[in-house]
């Protein structure tokens, strides 16, 4: 097996491993390291030959991009408090607690290696973190912390892990200087986020086509991590600067093609994506296990150290934390996502698994010093560094589907049904706005004017029946049925022009172009 292959039997498994984990109750990243695993004791199966400096270039921009298009900026904006306490402070007291631990436990471990590896398993990974969320049904108030701390500490974590490389290939360090780098790091990100998206809006109105207007949203993550990078900025941070602008301004409402096809895009890159980057932390491992060959022992003890740490502080931290924000949140009545029992909170402990970030910085780690000689200890610390991967993901991503379940951390149906009725409710009264307005211009018949009108109220009945008042309910329902037959035999005669399409494809002299924008045009009459 080549390498080529073997990217291919990655790819088959992360379409797999979707139905298998519903099937299962388990998280498909989980699933797809355990692919990893079974392929790297394959003797057939090649080593992995990837350049760390590429992982987080290839793997981290459509991701991040992905996930972003599951939140908006108002919601990050709401809960900025909450996530600031995760995504920044938590990273930071992380690398500390791992930093001092490792240090006293791994022989000739100076304190700036141990800081990188402090800051390299801080992180935890916001794909695995928002996949998790997703399968189990959590209260979407937690998944939104998830997935917010998911996208930001990446940033606090890597801008940390290069200022302490930068000390410790260098032997030098300046506090001044460091916190200077993160400023900057920022700001640069911010920036260069901003300004490519402006730019991206601007050519999607020229660009026009859907086919285009999406090819174009995949190429600007990775214009806007590689030029933060180049310019000395946090690529992640620009990414995620990126996505929020476009989400909130990048498609007109009435582009429904364009935001079809481009969900339908995203969700298959993700996915995709998602299996290669868990199946390669799967794969490493078989490489790293090579280090250890001879002092099993220690190395076993030492990542031990380094995965209670992890665990314990993350617990630790939340307990008060979650404490002090729902005494702020009741005293300042703002609108905010907290988690409202301990229950929550230990669930959101349980989460914080670590997956591609980390890898693909403990990778990383340069193999020599300024002066020439080997980079301290770091077959230790890429060991230590999957030893925290593999606990926090195998361990935690397999046991938290119980957990959830023994606690009983369900999402708040009730509420979110009662919010979809008032979108429901706010769309139908949208419509039937628009209708007075066009019959004041208009003089429209009686029948068509009623016509319209059921339309209007149809739209919000479409997407919750209960608005409906209650002793009309019944006849509404005897009326969808109807629609319902009526539609069901539209399908039939729809499919029926289209296989006629299709089978004209085949036919001799038959010009494909045009036998297929004619099944275009069908194809979006089936979908309106």
């Known amino acids: 097996m080549d390498q080529l292959a073997l990217l291919f039997a990655l790819l088959l498994g992360a379409v797999l491993s979707v139905p298998l984990g519903d099937r299962l109750g388990l998280p498909s990243p989980v ?94 990974d916001p794909v695995a973190a928002t996949a998790v969320a997703g399968q189990l049904g959590l209260p979407r108030r937690m998944v939104s912390i998830l997935e917010g701390e998911g996208l930001f500490n990446d940033v606090t974590a890597i801008v940390l892990y290069h200022v302490a490389i930068a000390a410790a290939v260098s032997g030098t360090f300046s506090f001044p200087e460091a916190a200077l780098t993160l400023v900057l790091s920022a700001v640069v990100a911010v920036a260069v986020g901003f300004g490519l998206a402006w730019t991206a809006n601007k050519l999607m109105d020229y660009l026009g086509d859907a086919t285009l207007q999406v090819g174009l949203t995949l190429l600007v993550p990775y214009a806007s991590y590689v030029l933060a990078e180049e310019l000395h900025g946090s690529g992640v941070l620009a990414v995620v600067t990126t996505a929020m602008f476009m989400v909130e301004h990048a498609f007109d409402a009435d582009d429904v093609m364009t935001r079809l096809t481009g969900r339908a895009f995203w969700d298959v890159v993700d996915t995709l994506v998602t299996g290669v980057a868990f199946g390669l932390i ?18 076993l003890g030492w990542s031990g150290a380094v995965v209670g740490v992890v665990i314990v502080v993350r617990l630790l931290w939340l307990l008060p934390m979650t404490w002090v924000t729902q005494r702020l949140h009741a005293r300042r009545d703002v609108e905010e996502d907290i988690p409202v029992s301990w229950r929550e909170t230990v669930v959101m402990w349980w989460s914080g698994m670590r997956g591609v970030a980390s890898v693909a910085l403990a990778l990383a780690i340069p193999l020599t010093m300024d002066d020439g000689s080997p980079f301290p200890a770091r077959d230790e610390i890429v060991f230590i560094a999957f030893g925290v991967i593999m606990a926090t993901l195998v361990l935690q991503g397999l046991s938290l589907p119980w957990l959830v379940r023994k606690l009983k951390v369900t999402a708040d149906t009730e509420a979110e049904q009662s919010y979809e009725r008032d979108l ?75 296989h006629e399409i299709l089978a004209a494809r085949s036919e001799p002299g038959a010009d494909p172009e045009i036998v297929d924008r004619v099944l275009r045009h069908l194809d979006v009459r089936s979908l309106r």
């Not at 699933?31 to 790297?40: C, E, F, I, N, P």
């Not at 799967?282 to 190395?299: D, F, K, Q």
């Open 31 to 124: 699933l797809m390291t355990l692919l990893g695993l079974v392929l790297a004791l394959i003797s057939a199966v090649p080593n992995v030959d990837i350049s760390p400096d590429l992982i987080l270039p290839i793997v981290l921009p459509p991701l991040l991009y992905a996930a972003v298009h599951r939140t908006s900026w108002r919601q990050f904006a709401a809960n900025r408090r909450p996530i600031f306490l995760l995504a920044v402070a938590l990273v930071f007291v992380t690398t500390a607690a791992v930093a001092f631990v490792a240090n006293a436990v791994v022989p000739g471990l100076p304190m700036a290696a141990a800081v990188a590896l402090g800051a390299l398993v801080a992180p935890p």
């Open 282 to 299: 799967g794969l490493e491992v078989h490489n790293v296990v090579r280090t250890a060959e001879g002092h099993w022992t220690e190395m």
């Open 424 to 498: 429901a409710l706010r769309a139908a009264r949208a419509a039937k706005a628009r209708l007075k307005e066009i019959e004041e211009v208009e003089d429209l018949p009686e029948d068509v004017q009623e016509q319209l009108l059921r339309r209007a109220y149809d739209i919000g009945l479409r997407i919750n029946p209960e608005l409906g008042a209650e002793e009309r309910r019944e006849a509404q329902a005897k009326r969808f049925a109807r629609l319902k037959r009526i539609r069901h035999i539209q399908n039939e005669m729809m499919s029926a022009a289209r």
